[in-house]
C-alpha cells in the first residue's frame, strides 16, 4: 500500500513476494474476481488454482497479450471477463457515440469457398455429318458401307469391327446413363424471415426424452404447448388414437399442460384443434420391448401417424430429427438411424398430403438462432418446403438434382479384387450382378442366401460363373444372424480369401399403405434391410475391405406410396453410407429405379409402374450405372429412368413438392405450366367485387391476395403477412410466386403476368395493381420525388460508417488503423486459392512476354469465402459471382452495422450506392465452369451490377453507379456521393471501391512497362522508389448530410469539408501524371470548402512509389499547401500504400478510413520505407515533412482537417478535405 518508488522494487527484487499469502487473504475477506492488468498474463492461471482451490466460484482474467496491445485486445478482455460474471459498465465505453442496444444474437457470415475451377478448353469442332453415316454402319455392321467409307478392304474392316462397335456402344450407353444418375443436395435457404406461431401445438416425445428446447422454442415464440409422452403402451393404436382425439376436444388450460397415456383427462371443454404437431419420437434410438426390430422411435412414429388419422385429427404434423443428414463436408451425419423417421415422413407426405407438415433435422444444441429458424419453418415462412435441416449457420432445404459427369476423368477405374461378398444372392438381382462382377475380373465370389444351394437357379448359376472363369461358392446363411456371418467371414480368411467388396443387396418388399400396415409386417420389412446392413458394418469395419455397397431404391431417396417399410429402410442404407464415409470407411448406396426383369413388384404390376412414369432398365444399363458410381467414388446415388413428364404430375398430385424443382425437366414443366394459363371469364368473384364500393372493393382485393398467398405458403395466421410485408420475407420464391399468379388469376378471372409478385412485393402493393387491372388502368410505379437541393446549400456531408477489407487480414477500420500504427507491413507472395502458376509466371527479366519480375503483393487471401445463403443468393449463382461483387455485399451490410443503422430498415429509402471498380477479369479466369452457371455469367461479372446488386437486395432507390478512373476511382465514388447528397437524390449514400484481381495479368502487364517495385514495397516519396505493388481491398464509408445524422441520432466520424474532381486533358501522355493539373484540383476544392492551404494539417497522398509520379505529386503539393504556413506547423505528408500496397479502385477508401480514424485518434502514423526523401524533389521550396515517424496531430487551435489525393492512369485526378467530427450539439432544455 505504500509508494512504489526504488525501494519498493528494490525489496522485491531481494525479498519474497508473498504474492499467494496475500490473494489468500483477498480469499478470506470474500474477494472471487481478479484482473492482472499488464502487457501479458503471467499470474492469472496461479491465481485461478487458488479460487478453484476454495470450491467457490471465481474468476481471474488479465488484459492485454503479448504482440496484442490496443484497445481491441483490451475490450475483448474484458467481454471474456463479463460472460464469466465480472459487471462491466459498457455505457462509458459507448458514451457519445450514437451506439444502441440490439438484439442478440448477432450474426457472424457462414462463408464457404466460391471460386470455381477454370475448365479444360474445348478444342473439339463442329460434327461432320459423315461421322453419323460411318458411326450408323458400325452400328448396323455394315461391312460394304464401311469399306467404301474407309477405302480398305473388307477382311480389315472385319477385323476391327467389333472393337469400334464395343466402343460405340459403351459411349451410347455412357451417355443414357448419366441421364439416370441424381443425389440429394442441401441448399441454403437465405434469411429466414421471423414467423411467430399461434394456437395450440402438441409435442410429442418418448418417455425419459428430454423435450425441453423444443417446448421453450415454441412457447416462446407464441405457441400453446402440449406435451404428449409415449412409451411401449402407446404401440396400441387404438388407445393412442382415443387419447388423442380426447385431448384435440380440451380446451388450453395454460401455455404448457403434459400429456401422458396415464393422465386424467379433466374437464372437457369446447374443441380447440391443433395449430401443428411436432414429433421428437426420432431421439428415441433404442429398440423397442415389444418390436426389437424397430427402433422404439420408429416404432412409436408408426403409431402416431396411424393414431392421427383414426382421431381424425388433420393438424400439420412435422417429424424432427438430429444429426440424420449432412448439409456438407463439415457436417458429417451422426445418426443413420434417425434418418428411418425421415423415410416415413416421405411416405406420410403422399399418402396424407393433408396433415402433412415436414421432416426438420436440427443440430445437437439448439441456440437461439437456430430455435428461431425451426419456428419460422413450423410456422409456414417457408411455403412448399417441407424437407428442411437448421444449422446454427443457416437453414438448409433438400434437393434432388441430376448428377450427370459428361467428359469428366473418373477418380478411379474400378475392378474388384480378391474375393467379394454379395448377400441376397437368390434375388432377381444378384444374377445379373455376379455375371457383371465375373466379367469385370472378379476372381472368387461369395453367394450368400439363407437358401444356399436350395434355392432356384443357383446351381446353373455357379456353372456359368465357373464356365466364365469365376469361381463362386454358394454360403447358406442368413445375413441378420451375426455369429453365421461372422463365422463366414471368418472361415473364409483362413482360407486366404479375405472379403474385399460386399455388395448387400438382400430385400424384403410388402405392399402396405401407412393406414394398412402393422407393426409386425413393418419390423419385417425394415429387418432384411436395416439389420443386414447392420451385420456387415460392424463386421466389416476394418482397412480390408475395399467397397460396401449397398443396394437401396429411389423410395428410400424420396418416397412412394404404399412402401413406408421399404422407404425407411433404404433410407437408413442411405444415411448409414454417410456415416462409413465419416468414419473414413468405403461405402456406396446406390438407389435403383425399376429393373427391366424385376419380378418382385408385389401387388404392382408392369402397366402401373409405368403409368407413375417410372421406366423399366436394361440391367447391362443400369450395371453401367453401378460402374459410374464405383468409379466416382459416390457415397449416396440414385439410378433411375424417369419419364418427368408423367412422374412429377403423379409425385404432386397431391401435394406441391419443390424437392425436384432442380431437375431440368420438373424446370420446363413447370415454365410450360405459366405459359398455359389464359383468360378466364369473369366469375362470381369479379361481378361481387364490381358491386362493392371502392373503399370496399380495395379491403377485398387486399384480403383476398393474403388468403391467396397464405394458402400458397401454408400459413396459418394472417398475422404472418402484414399488408406492407415482402412477399420475399416470407419465403416465396419463383415457383410460388407463379402459385399465387395461379390462384389469383383462377380467382379473379384476368390474365395476370408470371412477374406480378416481384413487381408490385407486398399484398398492398399487388392489391393495388389488381384494383387497377379490373378497372384496365396501366399501373405506374415509382417513389416519392425530392426536390432537388439549393446548390448553394452548405450543409457538410458526415462520414457515419466506415468497413473494408485490405491485405494482411484487415477486416475492419480499427484493423486498418492498428495495422498503420503498428508499422505493419502486409505484403506478402501470391495467393493460393486462385490457379495462379506462379512458378510459371516468374522471370526476372521486365522484357519477357506473359511473365513478371514480381511475385509479391497486398492480397486478400480469402475473396473466395463468401455467405451467399444470408443474401439470399444460391451457391449456383455465387460461383458465378465476380468476387468483388461478393465483398461488397458483405462490407456494406458491415458499413451500416458499423453505424449503427440496421440495412433492413433502409429497405425502399433513397439510399444511393457509389462504386469506383475496374476489373472484370473474372470471367476470363473461369468461364462458365460451374454446371448451370451460363445464366448467371452477365449479372455475375458486369461492372454495372457491383453497385446495383447492392442497391437490389438491400432495397436501396437511390442512384447506383459504378464507376472507374483507375486509381482515383473510390475518391471519385466518395466526391460524387456528396453531391448527391447535396441535391437531395439521396439520404444515405455508400461510397467506395473494391479491386481483386481474378488473374494474374496485371502483374504481367506492369511488368512490361517496368512500374512493379522488385521487392514488392512501395517506397512513397523515397529515394529508393523503384515502382508500386499491386494490391487488393475493398472500402466503403457511408455518407449523410451532417443536419440528417443529428437529427438521427448517428455518430459522426468526420466532415467532408469539400472536394474536387478533374482531368489532366493533352498532357505529357495519357497516363503520365500533370503537375499543374493535381495543383488546380487541389486549389479548387479548397475553394470548395473554404480554406486556406495553411488550415489543413495532413495531407494522405497517391504516392505510389514511382520514380516519376511521386516526385510531381509531391512538388504540386509544395506549391500549394507547402506556401504560407506558420512557423513550425509544416503539411505532414505520408501514404498507406507503404503498408498495404497500391489497392487500386480502392486506395482512395483506405486513405479515406486511415485519416478518419487519425482525425479521431490524434495521432499520424509513420509511413514505412522511407530511407531517404526522395531526391528528384525540392523539398526546401515549400513546408512539408514526410512521416517517418509516427506523430501526434499538430495542435492549432481549430479542427483537425486532412487531406486525400487520388490521381488515375486515364487522367482523373480527385481531391478531398475531411475535418474533424464537430462536437455532438447540447440537447435542447426541456
Given at each position: 500500500t505504500g509508494e512504489m518508488g526504488a525501494e519498493y522494487w528494490f525489496r522485491n527484487l531481494r525479498q519474497r513476494v508473498l504474492f499467494a499469502d496475500a490473494i489468500r487473504d483477498l480469499l478470506g475477506a470474500g474477494h472471487r474476481k481478479f484482473v492482472e492488468v499488464s502487457s501479458h498474463p503471467v499470474l492469472t492461471m496461479p491465481v485461478q488454482d487458488m479460487i478453484d482451490e476454495t470450491g467457490e466460484p471465481g474468476v481471474a482474467g488479465g488484459t492485454l497479450r503479448r504482440d496484442h496491445g490496443g484497445l481491441s485486445r483490451f475490450l475483448l478482455s474484458a467481454a471474456e471477463l463479463y460472460v464469466r460474471g465480472v459487471e462491466a459498465d459498457w455505457s462509458v465505453l459507448f458514451a457519445d457515440t450514437g451506439a444502441r442496444r440490439v438484439d442478440l444474437p448477432t450474426y457472424a457470415f457462414q462463408r464457404e469457398q466460391l471460386w470455381a475451377v477454370p475448365p479444360v478448353p474445348d478444342r473439339t469442332v463442329a460434327a461432320d455429318p459423315m461421322d453419323a453415316e460411318f458411326w450408323t454402319a458400325v452400328e448396323e455392321e455394315d461391312l460394304s458401307a464401311l469399306t467404301s467409307a474407309l477405302g480398305t478392304d473388307e477382311g480389315s474392316v472385319a477385323a476391327v469391327l467389333p472393337a469400334l462397335s464395343s466402343w460405340r456402344r459403351s459411349r451410347r450407353d455412357r451417355s443414357t446413363v448419366d441421364s439416370w444418375r441424381y443425389r440429394e443436395s442441401w441448399t441454403p435457404v437465405g434469411t429466414v424471415p421471423p414467423a411467430p406461431l399461434s394456437g395450440v401445438w402438441l409435442v410429442v416425445?418418448?418417455?425419459?426424452?428430454?423435450?425441453?428446447?423444443?417446448?421453450?422454442?415454441?412457447?416462446?415464440?407464441?405457441?400453446?404447448?402440449?406435451?404428449?409422452?409415449?412409451?411401449?403402451?402407446?404401440?396400441?393404436?387404438?388407445?393412442?388414437?382415443?387419447?388423442?382425439?380426447?385431448?384435440?376436444?380440451?380446451?388450453?388450460?395454460?401455455?404448457?399442460?403434459?400429456?401422458?397415456?396415464?393422465?386424467?383427462?379433466?374437464?372437457?371443454?369446447q374443441p380447440v384443434g391443433f395449430a401443428g404437431i411436432v414429433s421428437t419420437l426420432a431421439a428415441a434410438e433404442t429398440p423397442s420391448e415389444i418390436h426389437p426390430g424397430l427402433a422404439l422411435g420408429l416404432a412409436l412414429t408408426v403409431s402416431l401417424v396411424q393414431a392421427l388419422g383414426d382421431a381424425g385429427i388433420d393438424a400439420p404434423l412435422w417429424f424432427l430429427t438430429r444429426g440424420a443428414v449432412s448439409t456438407g463436408r463439415s457436417d458429417a451425419l451422426v445418426s443413420p438411424v434417425q434418418a428411418q423417421i425421415a423415410g416415413v415422413g416421405w411416405t406420410t407426405a403422399l399418402e396424407h398430403p393433408q396433415r402433412w407438415g415436414g421432416v426438420i433435422d436440427l443440430p445437437a444444441a439448439l441456440d437461439q438462432r437456430a430455435a428461431g429458424r425451426l419456428v419460422s419453418a413450423l410456422a409456414g415462412a417457408l411455403g412448399e418446403e417441407d424437407q428442411l435441416a437448421v444449422?446454427?449457420?443457416?437453414?438448409?432445404?433438400?434437393?434432388?438434382?441430376?448428377?450427370?459427369?459428361?467428359?469428366?476423368?473418373?477418380?478411379?477405374?474400378?475392378?474388384?479384387?480378391?474375393?467379394?461378398?454379395?448377400?441376397?444372392?437368390?434375388?432377381?438381382?444378384?444374377?445379373?450382378?455376379?455375371?457383371?462382377?465375373?466379367?469385370?475380373?472378379?476372381?472368387?465370389?461369395?453367394?450368400?442366401?439363407?437358401?444356399?444351394?436350395?434355392?432356384?437357379?443357383?446351381?446353373?448359376?455357379?456353372?456359368?460363373?465357373?464356365?466364365?472363369?469365376?469361381?463362386?461358392?454358394?454360403?447358406?446363411?442368413?445375413?441378420?444372424?451375426?455369429?453365421?456371418?461372422?463365422?463366414?467371414?471368418?472361415?473364409?480368411?483362413?482360407?486366404?480369401?479375405?472379403?474385399?467388396?460386399?455388395?448387400?443387396?438382400?430385400?424384403?418388399?410388402?405392399?402396405?399403405?401407412?393406414?394398412?400396415?402393422?407393426?409386425?409386417?413393418?419390423?419385417?420389412?425394415?429387418?432384411?434391410?436395416?439389420?443386414?446392413?447392420?451385420v456387415l458394418d460392424e463386421l466389416l469395419d476394418n482397412d480390408e475391405l475395399d467397397d460396401f455397397i449397398l443396394y437401396?431404391?429411389?423410395?428410400?431417396?424420396?418416397?412412394?406410396?404404399?412402401?413406408?417399410?421399404?422407404?425407411?429402410?433404404?433410407?437408413?442404407?442411405?444415411?448409414?453410407?454417410?456415416?462409413?464415409?465419416?468414419?473414413?470407411?468405403?461405402?456406396?448406396?446406390?438407389?435403383?429405379?425399376?429393373?427391366?426383369?424385376?419380378?418382385?413388384?408385389?401387388?404392382?404390376?408392369?402397366?402401373?409402374?409405368?403409368?407413375?412414369?417410372?421406366?423399366?432398365?436394361?440391367?447391362?444399363?443400369?450395371?453401367?450405372?453401378?460402374?459410374?458410381?464405383?468409379?466416382?467414388?459416390?457415397?449416396?446415388?440414385?439410378?433411375?429412368?424417369?419419364?418427368?413428364?408423367?412422374?412429377?404430375?403423379?409425385?404432386t398430385s397431391g401435394r406441391a413438392s419443390t424437392l425436384f424443382a432442380e431437375v431440368p425437366e420438373v424446370r420446363r414443366l413447370t415454365e410450360a405450366a405459366e405459359r398455359s394459363i389464359g383468360t378466364v371469364a369473369e366469375g362470381e368473384f369479379m361481378t361481387r367485387l364490381r358491386a362493392l364500393p371502392p373503399a370496399e372493393q380495395e379491403r377485398l382485393l387486399l384480403e383476398t391476395v393474403r388468403t391467396e398467398a397464405m394458402a400458397v405458403l401454408g400459413l396459418s395466421s394472417p398475422d404472418a403477412l402484414p399488408d406492407q410485408r415482402a412477399f420475399r420475407d416470407v419465403g416465396f420464391d419463383s415457383l410460388t410466386a407463379v402459385g399465387l399468379r395461379n390462384r389469383l388469376a383462377s380467382v379473379t378471372g384476368l390474365t395476370l403476368p408470371t412477374t406480378m409478385v416481384f413487381d408490385h412485393p407486398s399484398p398492398a402493393a399487388l392489391a393495388g395493381f389488381l384494383k387497377n387491372e379490373m378497372a384496365g388502368a396501366r399501373t405506374v410505379t415509382g417513389g416519392p420525388v425530392t426536390a432537388a437541393l439549393s446548390a448553394t446549400d452548405d450543409d457538410p456531408i458526415a462520414v457515419i460508417g466506415m468497413s473494408c477489407r485490405y491485405p494482411g487480414g484487415v477486416s475492419s477500420a480499427e484493423e486498418l488503423w492498428r495495422l498503420v500504427r503498428e508499422g505493419g507491413d502486409a505484403i506478402s507472395g501470391f495467393p493460393a486459392d486462385r490457379g495462379w502458376d506462379a512458378e510459371g509466371l516468374y522471370d526476372p527479366d521486365p522484357d519477357r512476354q506473359g511473365r513478371t519480375y514480381s511475385l509479391q503483393g497486398g492480397f486478400l487471401h480469402d475473396v473466395a469465402d463468401f455467405d451467399p445463403g444470408f443474401f439470399g443468393i444460391s451457391p449456383r449463382e455465387a460461383v458465378s459471382m465476380d468476387p468483388q461483387q461478393r465483398l461488397l455485399l458483405e462490407t456494406a451490410w458491415e458499413t451500416f452495422e458499423h453505424a449503427g443503422i440496421d440495412p433492413v430498415s433502409q429497405r425502399g429509402s433513397m439510399t444511393g450506392t457509389f462504386v469506383g471498380a475496374s476489373y472484370q477479369d473474372y470471367a476470363?479466369?473461369?468461364?462458365?465452369?460451374?454446371?448451370?452457371?451460363?445464366?448467371?455469367?452477365?449479372?455475375?461479372?458486369?461492372?454495372?451490377?457491383?453497385?446495383?446488386?447492392?442497391?437490389?437486395?438491400?432495397?436501396?432507390?437511390?442512384?447506383?453507379?459504378?464507376?472507374?478512373?483507375?486509381?482515383?476511382?473510390?475518391?471519385?465514388?466518395?466526391?460524387?456521393?456528396?453531391?448527391?447528397?447535396?441535391?437531395?437524390?439521396?439520404?444515405?449514400?455508400?461510397?467506395?471501391?473494391?479491386?481483386?484481381?481474378?488473374?494474374?495479368?496485371?502483374?504481367?502487364?506492369?511488368?512490361?512497362?517496368?512500374a512493379l517495385a522488385a521487392d514488392g514495397r512501395c517506397k512513397a516519396y523515397a529515394d529508393a522508389a523503384d515502382g508500386m505493388t499491386l494490391a487488393e481491398g475493398v472500402g466503403l464509408v457511408l455518407l449523410e448530410r451532417l443536419s440528417d445524422a443529428r437529427r438521427n441520432g448517428h455518430h459522426v466520424l468526420a466532415v467532408v469539408r469539400g472536394s474536387a474532381v478533374n482531368q489532366d486533358g493533352a498532357s505529357n501522355g495519357l497516363t503520365a501524371p500533370n503537375g499543374p493539373s493535381q495543383q488546380r484540383v487541389i486549389r479548387q476544392a479548397l475553394a470548395n470548402a473554404g480554406l486556406r492551404p495553411a488550415e489543413v494539417d495532413v495531407i494522405e497522398g497517391h504516392g505510389t512509389g514511382t520514380a516519376l509520379g511521386d516526385p510531381i505529386e509531391a512538388q504540386a503539393l509544395l506549391t500549394t499547401y507547402g506556401q504560407d504556413r506558420e512557423p513550425g506547423q509544416p503539411l505532414l505528408l505520408g501514404s498507406v500504400k507503404s503498408n498495404i500496397g497500391h489497392t487500386q479502385m480502392a486506395s482512395g477508401a483506405a486513405s479515406v478510413i486511415k485519416m478518419v480514424m487519425a482525425l479521431q485518434q490524434g495521432v499520424v502514423p509513420r509511413t514505412l520505407h522511407i530511407d531517404t526523401p526522395s531526391s528528384h524533389v525540392d523539398w526546401s521550396s515549400g513546408a512539408i515533412d514526410l512521416l517517418t515517424e509516427e506523430t501526434d496531430w499538430p495542435v492549432t487551435g481549430r479542427p483537425r482537417r486532412g487531406a486525400i489525393s487520388s490521381f488515375g492512369i486515364s487522367g482523373t485526378n480527385v481531391h478531398t478535405i475531411l475535418e474533424q467530427a464537430p462536437a455532438a450539439e447540447p440537447a435542447e432544455e426541456p
Open positions: 416425445s418418448a418417455e425419459a426424452q428430454d423435450d425441453s428446447e423444443i417446448v421453450g422454442a415454441l412457447s416462446g415464440h407464441g405457441a400453446e404447448v402440449r406435451r404428449l409422452v409415449l412409451d411401449e403402451s402407446s404401440l396400441d393404436r387404438e388407445a393412442l388414437a382415443a387419447l388423442l382425439a380426447e385431448y384435440a376436444g380440451q380446451d388450453a388450460t395454460g401455455r404448457t399442460a403434459e400429456i401422458s397415456p396415464t393422465a386424467e383427462a379433466g374437464d372437457s371443454g444449422r446454427s449457420s443457416g437453414m438448409f432445404t433438400r434437393r434432388i438434382v441430376r448428377t450427370a459427369t459428361g467428359d469428366r476423368e473418373p477418380a478411379r477405374d474400378w475392378t474388384p479384387r480378391g474375393t467379394t461378398l454379395i448377400t441376397g444372392a437368390s434375388g432377381t438381382l444378384a444374377p445379373h450382378l455376379a455375371r457383371w462382377l465375373a466379367a469385370q475380373g472378379a476372381g472368387h465370389l461369395v453367394l450368400m442366401s439363407r437358401r444356399g444351394m436350395d434355392a432356384p437357379g443357383a446351381a446353373e448359376l455357379v456353372a456359368e460363373l465357373a464356365e466364365s472363369g469365376t469361381e463362386a461358392t454358394v454360403a447358406a446363411c442368413d445375413v441378420t444372424d451375426r455369429d453365421a456371418v461372422a463365422a463366414l467371414l471368418a472361415a473364409l480368411k483362413a482360407e486366404g480369401r479375405t472379403v474385399h467388396t460386399v455388395v448387400h443387396t438382400a430385400a424384403l418388399i410388402e405392399l402396405y399403405t401407412l393406414a394398412e400396415t402393422s407393426l409386425d409386417a413393418f419390423a419385417r420389412v425394415m429387418h432384411a434391410k436395416v439389420a443386414g446392413a447392420q437401396s431404391s429411389t423410395a428410400g431417396m424420396w418416397g412412394s406410396g404404399a412402401h413406408a417399410a421399404y422407404v425407411a429402410g433404404n433410407a437408413y442404407l442411405a444415411a448409414l453410407a454417410a456415416h462409413r464415409r465419416a468414419r473414413g470407411l468405403p461405402a456406396l448406396s446406390l438407389s435403383w429405379g425399376i429393373w427391366a426383369d424385376d419380378l418382385q413388384l408385389g401387388r404392382v404390376d408392369p402397366g402401373t409402374i409405368r403409368r407413375s412414369g417410372l421406366e423399366f432398365m436394361a440391367p447391362q444399363l443400369a450395371l453401367t450405372g453401378l460402374k459410374r458410381a464405383l468409379d466416382d467414388e459416390e457415397t449416396a446415388i440414385a439410378v433411375a429412368d424417369i419419364d418427368w413428364e408423367t412422374y412429377y404430375p403423379v409425385f476470363s479466369a473461369v468461364p462458365n465452369s460451374a454446371e448451370g452457371s451460363e445464366g448467371h455469367a452477365i449479372t455475375g461479372t458486369l461492372s454495372s451490377v457491383l453497385s446495383g446488386r447492392v442497391s437490389y437486395l438491400f432495397g436501396f432507390e437511390g442512384p447506383a453507379v459504378t464507376l472507374d478512373t483507375a486509381c482515383s476511382s473510390s475518391l471519385v465514388a466518395m466526391h460524387l456521393a456528396c453531391q448527391s447528397l447535396r441535391n437531395g437524390e439521396s439520404s444515405l449514400a455508400l461510397a467506395g471501391g473494391v479491386s481483386i484481381m481474378s488473374t494474374p495479368l496485371s502483374f504481367v502487364g506492369f511488368s512490361r512497362q517496368r
